[in-house]
């Protein structure tokens, strides 16, 4: 039988209750059907947050310069931070430099105020000296203590906020706080993201777009308020690389140095927010056998770098054999805030990501800088460090040593009875081993020069074998020119010269006067060391009174971006369209033709040439 059909009634659904032969409906599963969307969207916030993280260390990664790196650096960190603003410090801890401040959106009268604050009160003082970084309650590690009772973190185990901000999100603490980032997924119970003010909005409308609440890591890993029961232990240095130093509102922090309260009011930046740039060093063998340091060791709020310097916060472990001269940072980053606010907790762990690379990136850039300075340094010693005076000659010369060290030189010598010799070369290859070789050639040709300048040819058939012996793998080009001493005219008129000059190779000089501006035609020859047995006929200049000889390296032509022979074409219009107070001094001239041809200037370090420009104007 059936059971009796109930009634219907408009607007009324019945209830009845169902045969006892039928099992009673079961709720859906709600939980499955929200499962692959909550998987889904820490999926896209994870891909989002590895693209950003790709672009910019991408971006980083072009950068060759020590400028453009830190530049980038500061554009990256605005960008996850939310500033407009900042500055990066580089001090490298071991004192050999480069030292150097780089600012975005500060000029250089702005970061002049900045250096008048005392050292000790700013947050590149804080960080850079090791006060914040070894104290017990800035540096505890994340694993130290349980997550919602780490002190010092700024975290509140009511879930006030990751840095201190209030739970009703009204604005961001008034004091500074100094904690440690924590590992990727480790954040506390409760907290909630350390962002802006809900009044406060961002500094530039071009800032970062608006955070996915969404941790860093696979599908499936715990949630902002999860934290995994046995989280990674950090490095050894982790506590110093993880270290970040916030201002969240200057104007109602009490205790703040009063020169920097007053700098900040002149620049208009109500908050700040600071982190050093740690490479961590690597772990000796035995590493994981360190002895913990005791809490008694730690170093006190405020001591001197030297006390304690060795010290380490309590429960924290640090390699054998690591100090704190191998953990200090290379330098800090500070970002500041037209308003006050402090990053979200989405961007503090993005930017502890990026700096980590960025670290390491500068490191490299900071050894390269280094090596390429050594170069130049010795490349320089191995040039005139001043040129002669000889009475009738005025001398200018401009050089320019390329990124990886070149073998380009340039000499002026002194000769007996009045004469003079000129000089210009280069050596093939570059580096240390190229510098050296020029080196060498050059305190050779000057030998040959007091011996038998009177004949270029002789010089440099005497130079050619000396390479041929000595470097039988190099070859170079080189242009002598000997100007003999001034004959007095019997007449009255004015004393004239001849030159004699012969080249290897090289490019031709040129002649510059106020009725010619001509090139020299110098026989062809091939450079030395390409043959088993040079010699090439000289060739006679008799410059008139005002005139200048220019000496150039092929630098000059190829660092003009042009073929050659339009850049030798570019030479001559240039030296040809002199104005007369430019033709008769020698410094402006060699200026004049520097900005012709070389339109970015002898910085330009995209450019692997050498550059070498030599005026010789003989007076009347």
């Known amino acids: 039988m059936t059971a009796p059909h109930a009634p219907k009634v408009a607007g009324i659904e019945p209830t009845f209750t169902g045969p006892a032969h039928t099992a009673a409906p079961t709720a859906p599963e709600t939980s499955s059907a929200t499962q692959p969307a909550a998987v889904h969207e820490r999926l896209a916030a994870w891909l989002s947050d590895l693209t950003t993280l790709h672009d ?10 020590l400028d453009g790196a830190l530049d980038e650096i500061l554009r990256a960190g605005a960008f996850l931070v939310g500033a407009r ?16 401040t780089v600012g975005l959106g500060l000029g250089l009268a702005d970061l002049g105020h900045l250096e008048t604050v005392p050292r000790h009160a700013t947050p590149v003082g804080r960080l850079l000296d090791g006060h914040e970084a070894w104290t017990p309650n800035a540096a505890v590690p994340s694993t130290a203590l349980p997550d919602a009772a780490v002190p010092g973190d700024g975290v509140s185990s009511g879930g006030a906020g990751a840095a201190g901000a209030s739970s009703g999100g009204a604005g961001a603490s008034a004091a500074s706080t100094v904690h440690v980032a924590r590992p990727t997924g480790a954040t506390a119970h409760g907290t909630g993201s350390a962002g802006p003010s809900a009044d406060a909005p961002a500094d530039s409308a071009t800032g970062p777009p608006a955070p996915v609440q969404a941790p860093l ?30 201002q969240p509102d200057l104007a109602a922090e009490p205790g703040l140095d009063p020169r920097l309260r007053e700098v900040a009011a002149r620049l208009g930046y109500a908050a700040s ?18 002895l913990s340091v005791k809490a008694s060791e730690a170093a006190p709020l405020g001591a001197a770098p030297h006390e304690g310097a060795h010290a380490a916060a309590p429960g924290q472990r640090r390699p054998s054999g690591v100090d704190a001269a191998h953990v200090r940072p290379l330098g800090v980053a500070v970002w500041l805030y037209d308003r006050p606010a402090e990053p979200t907790e989405r961007g503090r762990r993005l930017l502890a990501l990026y700096r980590s690379y960025a670290a390491a990136h500068l490191s490299r850039l900071i050894e390269l800088d280094r090596r390429r300075r050594s170069e130049r340094a010795l490349h320089a010693e191995l040039l005139p460090a001043r040129l002669p005076r000889v009475p009738g000659v005025r001398l200018a010369v401009r050089h320019a040593t390329g990124p990886k060290g070149g073998g380009d030189w340039y000499d002026a010598l002194p000769l007996p009875d009045g004469a003079l010799s000129l000089s210009v070369g280069s050596v093939t290859g570059s580096g240390p081993s190229a510098v050296g070789a020029m080196g060498r050639l050059r305190a050779a040709l000057r030998a040959y020069a007091v011996m038998e300048g009177e004949d270029p040819v002789a010089v440099l058939s005497d130079l050619e074998l000396l390479l041929r012996l000595t470097e039988p793998a190099r070859s170079a080009t080189a242009l002598f020119a000997f100007a003999e001493p001034p004959v007095t005219d019997p007449l009255g008129g004015p004393s004239a010269r001849k030159i004699v000059l012969a080249g290897a190779g090289h490019c031709p000089p040129l002649i510059v006067g106020e009725h010619r501006t001509e090139f020299v035609e110098t026989t062809l020859s091939a450079p030395l060391g390409m043959l088993s047995c040079w010699e090439a006929p000289s060739v006679e200049l008799e410059p008139a009174p005002g005139e200048t000889l220019l000496l150039y390296s092929d630098g000059l032509l ?26 008769e001094d020698p410094e402006a001239l060699v200026d004049h033709l520097v900005r012709a041809m070389l339109p970015q200037g002898l910085t330009d370090e995209s450019s692997p040439e050498d550059v070498v420009l030599l005026a010789a104007r003989f007076e009347p």
Do not use: I, M, N, Q
């Open 56 to 65: 910019l260390t991408e971006r980083l990664a072009r950068t060759d310069t």
């Open 85 to 100: 603003r900042g500055l990066v410090t580089l001090e490298p801890p071991d004192g050999l430099g480069p030292e150097t």
């Open 217 to 246: 890591g696979p599908p499936g890993s715990p949630g902002p308020s999860a934290a995994p029961t046995d989280p990674p232990s950090p490095p050894a240095a982790a506590s110093f690389g993880l270290c970040e130093l916030s």
């Open 273 to 290: 927010y600071a982190v050093p740039l740690v490479v961590e060093p690597l772990p000796e063998k035995g590493a994981a056998d360190a």
């Open 558 to 583: 190829h660092r003009s971006g042009e073929p050659v022979d339009r850049a030798f074409a570019r030479l001559h219009a240039a030296a040809a369209g002199l104005p007369r107070s430019v033709r």
